[in-house]
């Protein structure tokens, strides 16, 4: 990033956190609320965004994060039912984002099927395998998670509700943040994927298993959907029910494209589609204003597609050149 | 293989296919009995543990109170566009009675029912601007069964914040609830902060999503609210639980009782506003059956949930409010959506 960038950056994070000051001082709980519920909404966002954009980063496009935060929900609460454990339902939850990761693989590198169609294969076969083994009567049993204090840090004003009082998932989502970010961008991993994404055939020659690397990561990615999952079922929402994906692994790919394909920038941008609903939520909570929350409920989209089509206007934002082809040794 | 035997086998064969087309054409045929009753959701599920599932619950017992040995079935749309292919669906399959369920499907169902004079059809939250014969719309006034929880709801809050959880206002019976609910909290408890919150999108999506109504319902805690409604099909049962995961807060479901529905609320229902669906469904089936079907609407009846576990909060004086709140309805005395 360039300096004038970073300069931007700060002076806009700044701008922000002066301005979310001004309004906790004037209505502190709504405040609260508002950026608690900012958080929350992000969680799944980010681990979505993650997901696609490991895959990404190694050349395979994954429109299958829907597909796989269901089927992930689906075996997170039933294993969690059965078993009383959310521990146990969690891990289940990876593992079968795990699988779900290795069914893309196999179909987008190992048998080299065109990629929007293997993800669409999973979204399909997620919808209704999960309807068809549906059991209404099963319901969890036990609470899900609840949030846990950070010890001295959950007591800050605004920020320690915020942040620092959160239920365990969230936590390690914004550990997994930080642990991709340092894995893309300064291990020999992070290089390895880039250059399979950017130009394999470069990479092929220097002695990178171009193939077992995708293979590898694209797994590994639908571990981190299968936490996505494991979130939807056991800490957001604490139920399963049909489609609970509701399009969020659609919104974690724009989520994706909107923070330039990095995970601090992914999470930047999932914190605002969060806003955005938790705010049109509080409009209507204060009926302040009467305009109908479809609208508001539209804006995040319209920016999304404001921001992709300024980024290609000036040439800021370009995908890793190999995206969405499959790869011939030669 | 002797060519006379080869005759032999032909015979015997096209002797087979005359026996199983007899047998097929007396199964599916009206002649033996086979009444069939069809039902097509909205793009909610039959086990959506709320509204579908009560219409559902509902043709299975028309079906099984009728003395012709009758079969129900269903078939759950998956997009709005196919709501007029799957009636046309239970048609094409010699159904003698169709239940359409969800103000979505008002139009094909009106259709059809114009296509078909000889089945009779239930519209289950459709409004009928002109009665055709074969098509009875089931209404309930939701107001109502809004208006008598919100009551409860004001005499129960202590922090005088209440908050709703909805599906989203395209639909008229949505709207009817949260109306009544917030003029029932302010008629028992005038000084009542109300708040709530409708889905912001489509009809698709609106009543799937628990995600968006767990994470509503906890914006609307963290403000205070202390009692909550969550009517919206799945979403209404995620703001369901996410109030039980609260100490001390109350939570209020909608359609059925949800105390059987949606076992996590057990720590938060305190009542659930019912629309007797079920009830209206089985009796508008026995009706049709019996050819005294009126085509229109027919109203079907409301009513507040038993309180289970929280019965002993419900206080006498609450109670005697409550009495008088539905007998003020019934005899219209109380208006619950003035203006």
């Keep these: 990033m360039k300096p004038r960038q970073k300069q931007f950056l700060y002076a806009g994070a700044a701008l922000l956190i002066f301005v979310a000051w001004m309004f906790y001082a004037a209505d502190g709980p709504q405040t609260t609320a508002v950026l608690a519920g900012t958080v929350r909404a992000a969680t799944l966002l980010a681990l979505g965004a993650m997901c696609g954009m490991i895959g990404e980063r190694s050349g395979v496009v994954n429109i299958g994060i829907e597909g796989q935060f269901l089927m992930s929900a689906f075996v997170a609460f039933t294993i969690a039912s059965m078993t009383g454990s959310l521990f146990l339902g969690t891990v289940a939850g990876v593992g079968m984002g795990l699988i779900m990761g290795w069914l893309l693989a196999a179909m987008a590198v190992g048998l080299k099927v065109d990629q929007i169609i293997a993800g669409t294969v999973l979204n399909i076969a997620a919808l209704g395998l999960t309807s068809f083994f549906y059991d209404r009567s099963r319901s969890l049993g036990i609470g899900k998670y609840t949030n846990i204090d950070l010890g001295p840090l959950a007591d800050l004003p605004l920020i320690g509700t915020v942040f620092f009082s959160r239920p365990p998932l969230t936590y390690l989502t914004m550990a997994l943040l930080v642990l991709v970010h340092v894995a893309l961008f300064r291990s020999v991993w992070g290089m390895r994927t880039r250059a399979i994404g950017e130009h394999p055939g470069a990479a092929d020659t220097v002695g990178i298993d171009v193939l077992k690397l995708r293979y590898l990561n694209v797994t590994i990615a639908g571990g981190l959907a299968g936490l996505g999952g494991s979130y939807l079922a056991l800490e957001a929402v604490g139920t399963f029910s049909r489609a609970m994906s509701g399009g969020r692994g659609f919104l974690a790919l724009a989520v994706m494209i909107f923070g330039r394909r990095t995970p601090f920038g992914a999470y930047a941008a999932a914190l605002f589609f969060g806003f955005t609903t938790a705010l049109q939520n509080q409009f209507q909570l204060n009926n302040t204003f009467d305009i109908p929350p479809q609208f508001v409920g539209m804006l995040p989209f319209v920016v999304t597609i404001i921001v992709v089509a300024i980024s290609g206007l000036m040439g800021s934002m370009r995908d890793p050149a190999a995206l969405g082809q499959t790869y011939e040794k030669g | ?339």
């Design chain 2, 1 to 339: 293989m002797a060519p006379k035997r080869r005759h032999l086998l032909a015979l015997l064969m096209v002797l087979g296919l005359v026996t199983a087309a007899a047998c097929s054409s007396d199964g599916g045929g009206g002649i033996s009995g086979g009444y069939s009753i069809g039902l097509v959701t909205d793009t909610g599920k039959v086990d959506d543990k709320s509204f579908n599932q009560s219409a559902w619950e509902g043709a299975q017992d028309g079906a099984a109170n009728i003395p012709a040995s009758a079969t129900a079935s269903y078939i759950e749309t998956e997009e709005s566009k196919d709501y007029a292919n799957n009636i046309q669906l239970f048609v094409d399959d010699g159904a003698k009675i169709i239940v359409t369920v969800g103000f979505g499907l008002g139009e094909a169902t009106i259709e059809a029912a114009k296509a078909n004079p000889d089945v009779m059809f239930i519209g289950v939250d459709q409004w009928q601007n002109e009665a055709l014969p074969n098509l009875a719309g089931l209404m309930f006034p939701e107001a109502n069964a809004g208006f008598m929880a919100g009551a409860l709801a004001g005499m129960l809050t202590e922090t005088n914040i209440v908050g709703a959880v909805l599906g989203t206002d395209l639909v008229p019976p949505v709207v009817f609830f949260k109306e009544g609910w917030e003029n029932g909290a302010r008629y028992t408890n005038p000084g009542v902060q109300t708040i709530s919150t409708y889905h912001p999108g489509g009809l698709d999506v609106a009543f799937g999503d628990p995600e968006w109504g767990a994470t509503t319902a906890r914006q609307a805690l963290d403000q205070g609210a202390d009692i909550i409604f969550g009517a919206g099909g799945a979403t209404g049962n995620g703001a369901l639980i996410e109030v039980a995961g609260e100490a001390g807060a109350l939570c209020v479901g909608v359609d059925s009782d949800q105390w059987f529905t949606v076992p996590e609320a057990h720590p938060c229902l305190v009542t659930s506003a019912m629309k007797l669906i079920d009830v209206g469904v089985a009796e508008l089936i026995s009706q049709a059956y019996a050819g005294t079907m009126q085509g229109g609407n027919y109203f079907g009846e409301v009513g507040l949930a038993p309180h289970h576990d929280f019965d002993s909060i419900v206080t006498d004086e609450m109670r005697d409010m409550l009495a008088e709140v539905m007998a003020g309805l019934a005899d219209g005395s109380i208006n619950p959506m003035p203006g």
